[in-house]
């Protein structure tokens, strides 16, 4: 009985894991990754959409990277995304908001 009891459960938290990451992939957030570089740096990856071109990267580039705090820009155009190496302390809305500004859309 132990032992159906395990294998029940096991199945309910495999049933319920799958469930969980179906949400992440369809509510559309834009996702974060946020790691610590060294102390006082995070580096921070955003998806952005509407980018079709290297002046779109360009755009975004210049107006990122001189922002207060950024340290470093990266734009991958074809995977629609901009790597941002920030002080830890720069609030990412800051960042979000900047892209917004220059025409592009976060999901």
């Known amino acids: 009985m132990k032992i159906l009891s395990f294998i029940f459960i096991i199945i309910m938290l495999a049933a ?28 921070t ?9 290297k002046s779109c990267v360009n755009k975004i580039t210049a107006a990122l990277s001189d922002m207060d705090g950024v ?17 830890s302390g720069l609030d990412i809305t800051v960042i979000e908001k900047m892209i917004e500004t220059q025409g592009f859309n976060l999901p």
């Open 16 to 43: 319920f894991t799958a469930c969980r990451d179906d949400e992440k992939s369809e509510s559309g957030s834009n996702p974060q990754q946020e790691q610590a570089d060294e102390p006082g740096i995070t580096t």
């Open 45 to 53: 990856e955003l998806t952005v959409w509407n980018m079709t071109c």
């Open 71 to 87: 340290e470093s820009v990266s734009v991958d155009l074809n995977a629609e995304k901009v790597t941002i190496k920030h002080d």
